[in-house]
Each structure stands twice: as C-alpha cells, then as structure tokens.
C-alpha cells in the first residue's frame, strides 16, 4: 500500500485528483464550488512528499465525477494533475489533465468593464497562457486568483 | 492588409501598416470610388471621431448612416450591443464602433459579416487613431531609430494602448512617464514585453524630455483622482508649455490625439514642434485609405475566398 493510500483512505465512488502542487488543495475545492456546506464527502491530504513534486496534494470527492470544464479549470492551477474516476473501490478511468488552448464560458472576467459582464448573448472566452489566462475580448489578465472567478 | 476588421493594433503588422499608411499618402490627390454606407455607431459622444470618419467615407464617394446619440436610439430600451449591430449591418457596408466597455468591438465583430472598426472600446483600444498617430510620426520623424515619449493618462488611455502595441513593429524606442497611479496597464506590459520591445517607465518628463524625437501627450481626467489638489499637482507636472520644450530637441514633433483641456498651453501651438492639428487633419486621408482597404477586402471575400 502507497504512502497516501495511508493517509487518505479508499473511497467507493467518486473522483480522486492526485498529483495536485502541494497547498493548492483548497483552491481545486473551490473550482468545484465544495465549501462544506454542500454536504458531500470529501478526504483532503495536503502536502504529502511526492518524489516527482517535491510535496503533493490529494482531493478525494465522493459520488461526484468531474465535467470537462472543471477538469479544464483544474488544469490552470495544477498541470500535473490526475483525475481518477472510481466506481465500486475501483479505478476505472485513470486521466491525466490536459491544459485546454482556451477556456469557455467557465471563468469571470475580473475586469468590471468587460463587455463579457453585461448582458450580451456570449459566454467568456480566455486564452491559456504558460502562465494564467487572458480574456478573449478585454485582454485583461488572470493569473492568481483563478479560483475566485469560477463561474 | 487583409483583415476582416480592425479591432485591436496588436492584430496589425508592419507591412498592414506600411500599407495604411501608403494608400493614406495617395489618396488625397486619387480618390478610389467607394459607394459604399458606412454604419456610425457610437454609444459615447465622440464627435470628433464621428465626423472624422463621416468625412472619410464620403469623400471616397460613399454616405453615412448614424444610429444618433444613445439616448434617442433603441440602446436605451434594453437592446444588447449583439442585437444592434446585427439590425444596423443591414444598412451598410462597415460599421464604425465605439462603446463604453472593453472587448465591445471584438464581440461585435462576432456578429457580422460587414467589416468593423473599433473606434474605441472603453479603456481598451482604438487602432484607427494609432494609424493616423504612426502616419503623423512617419512624415515628421520617420519611423526608423526613433524615441518616443508617451505621457500622461497611460493607464486607461486607449489612444496609448495602440500606439505603444503598433510602435513595437518598428525600431522605436518607447519612454512612458505617468504618475505612478496612472501607468501602463498589466496587458498592455505583457505585450509588449512579449514583443521584446524597449520600453522605460518614468514618473519625471523632464530627465528624458532631451532624448525624444516625439512626445505624445494625452489627457490626465480630474475624476481619475480622488481629490483636486493631488489632481492639479499632477496635471501642472506634466503640462507642455514653451518653456518646457527649451529642453527638448529643436525637432520635437508634439503630438496630442485631442481635444485638449490645459496639457498643452495655447502658446506652444504656433511653435513649429506642435503638431496636433496636422495630426487631427490626418484622420480624414489614414480612414479613407482604411475603408478603401476594408471594403475592398470584404468585396474580395464576398466571391467566396475569405481571409
Ligand atoms: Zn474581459
């Protein structure tokens, strides 16, 4: 048994999402919108040494398997990231995330005065750079706080 | 230059450009016949801008139809900006945007099939000045080892934000001085640091003032500042009188994209540095040579080969 199958036990069904940097934890929880209040089962192991990441975090969400677009978001604050989707104890589908080219209507843009807040016909559009996103229509750019702009 | 509208400077070239400015320099004297409605519609008042590209399109032959102020129009009842420009393509040929919030233009431009041109969306960009800007700078400084200064409101100066993107084609290097409060946006740094391009900031004109053969002046607005005093010493700093240009280069091209409150003193304009009314004059020949270019590409396109 692997270190953090000690430390963060076996679900039945659900997602795993493992090799997430270490202490960005919290920040794939609220891509998920998971605030506790929801009352879903979630295991979080933070920081556990990784031999490829120096130190790794681990979500675990029970009864819940992720959409593309949250695995997409995902993929803007951890890009080593692996979703395990697990059905009866087993690891039926094992992917790793891949960082889209852009980003549809999944994020807010930051920018108040972005023609994307108002009432048009069109969902938000950001380019993903090595670095943040960068709004299709504004320019403006997104780097830390990705999470904050969930939609 | 083949592009289906222009909605930003950074989608520009340098040949794109080269070629603006070049149909711009012959078409006073050879007007190309273009019968074609060009479509106003500017949900702020502008009416600098409106009339020049009125002028332009009629003087290549063509009319105008104007959507009014935004209080009179159907803006007022709800309508979204995707609605009006898809009602409004209907009547012209291009359309001509300016809107209060950034990205307007590119959406809109989602919309249609007629060329559009961003004439300014919010703090974002407005290119068809920065082309009129580059032709100014081109037949009075050229635009080949040159240093411009661009000062003043850089931070939500869309005239700037164009202008500093396009300089970054040409072997210019770009001084921007602002208060510290008013500089360059993140985006616009981040492009043109990906564009390698030399670029300086100051908080002080008058260390760099000696080194410029251009110096692009633009308004600083009194409600960027949350009381008078902090705005009247920073408008005072920055502004351009006779005796600040004793500093500078006897060549000095002054550029300013208009209108002007008080950072140009009324007593620099017959200086032969001032160069803002030729500069406003410009609008009328760089649109004309822009719609001449757009329209002729969507003609093209229209037989079935688009860009
Ligand atoms: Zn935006």
Redesign the interface.
């Known amino acids: 048994m692997s270190d953090h199958q000690l430390r963060v036990s076996k679900i039945r069904s659900g997602t795993v999402i493992d090799h997430v940097p270490g202490g960005q934890a919290l920040r794939v929880l609220a891509i998920l919108g998971i605030d506790g209040t929801g009352g879903e089962t979630v295991s979080v192991a933070m920081n556990v040494p990784s031999d490829d990441m120096g130190a790794k975090d681990i979500v675990k969400v029970e009864d819940r398997e992720l959409s593309q677009a949250e695995v997409d978001v995902i993929s803007l604050i951890a890009p080593e990231a692996t979703i395990n989707i697990v059905r009866e104890f087993d690891v039926v589908e094992k992917n790793r995330v891949v960082r889209p080219e852009e980003v549809h209507g999944v994020l807010q843009c930051p ?1 108040a ?4 807040t ?5 969902e938000s559009e950001f380019t993903v750079l090595r670095e943040g996103v ?8 997104l780097r830390e706080d990705i999470a904050q702009y969930i939609q | 230059m083949r592009h289906d509208h222009l909605i ?1 400077a950074t989608q520009l070239s340098r040949d794109d450009i080269e070629a603006v400015l070049d149909r711009a320099a012959e078409i006073a004297d050879d007007p190309p016949e273009r019968e074609a409605v060009l479509g106003l519609l500017f949900f702020e008042p502008s009416t600098r801008t409106k009339m020049s590209f009125d002028a332009a399109m009629k003087r290549l032959g063509g009319t105008t139809v104007d959507m009014g102020s935004v209080d009179s129009s159907s803006v007022k009842k709800g309508e ?3 609605d009006t420009v898809r009602v409004v393509e209907g009547y012209a040929d291009a359309l001509v945007l300016r ?6 233009a ?2 809109a431009s ?1 919309f249609v099939d007629v060329p559009l041109v961003n004439a300014g ?4 960009q407005h290119p068809s000045q920065t082309l009129l800007d580059l032709y100014t700078i081109r037949e009075n400084a050229g635009l080949d080892d040159l240093t411009v200064g661009i000062v003043g409101d850089l931070k939500y100066g869309r005239t700037v934000h164009s202008l500093a993107s396009a300089l970054t084609n040409f072997d210019a290097r770009q001084h921007f001085i602002s208060p510290e409060s008013l500089q360059l946006p ?3 740094r ?2 043109l640091h990906q564009e390698g391009a030399q670029v300086r900031e100051h908080t002080d004109l008058d260390g760099i003032l000696p080194e410029l053969d251009v110096l692009y002046v633009t308004r600083i607005q009194r409600e960027r500042f949350p009381d008078e005093n902090e705005y009247r010493q920073v408008a005072g700093q920055y502004r351009i009188t006779p005796e600040t240009l004793d500093a500078a280069k006897d060549d000095l091209v002054v550029m300013h994209p208009l209108p002007r409150v008080d950072e140009i003193s009324s007593d620099v304009d017959d200086l032969p540095q001032a160069t803002y009314f030729e500069q406003a004059h410009n609008g009328v020949p760089v649109r004309m040579a822009l719609l001449d270019m757009l329209l002729e590409n969507a003609e093209d396109g229209a037989g079935g080969v688009s860009s």
């Open positions: 920018n005065n972005c023609i994307t108002e009432a048009e016909p069109v960068r709004c299709v229509y504004c320019d403006t750019l | 930003t979204t900006l995707a809107h209060p919030s950034e990205g307007a590119e959406m989602r969306d919010g703090a974002g993140r985006s616009v981040f492009d």
